[in-house]
Nanobody, 115 residues
């Protein structure tokens, strides 16, 4: 199983970025997909999650209304669209796929937002 994340970079506040995470080696549609982030010097925190069929999503209060998760069960890809970015969104972002007690993590992609 491999999860390949991409799309990170450096932007100014209020700009947008789109992160992607593509999975291989598993039945993608059988996993919930989630994004987490880890800011410098802090622990990893929840950003958002989407159900297997893409119907249900849940977001952290800090990103709700600005970030959107989507998934493509044909391309085995989950995307995090991030709008109106703030300096406090600076972090390494990780995708995670979960099925019962099994979790797979991507390698992380760095997002830096400057004011």
């Amino acid at each position: 199983v491999q999860l390949q994340a991409s799309g990170g970079g450096s932007v100014q506040a209020e700009e947008s970025l789109r992160l992607s995470c593509t999975a291989t080696g598993l039945t993608f549609s059988s996993y919930t997909v989630a994004w987490f982030r880890q800011a410098p010097g802090q622990g990893r925190t929840f950003v958002g999650v989407m159900s297997m069929n893409g119907v249900t999503t849940r977001y952290a209060d800090s990103v709700r209304g600005r970030f959107t998760i989507s998934r493509d069960n044909v391309k085995n890809t989950v995307t995090l669209q991030m709008n109106s970015l703030k300096p406090e969104d600076t972090a390494v972002y990780y995708c995670k796929l979960s099925q019962r007690a099994t979790d797979y993590w991507g390698q992380g992609t760095l997002v830096t937002v400057s004011s």
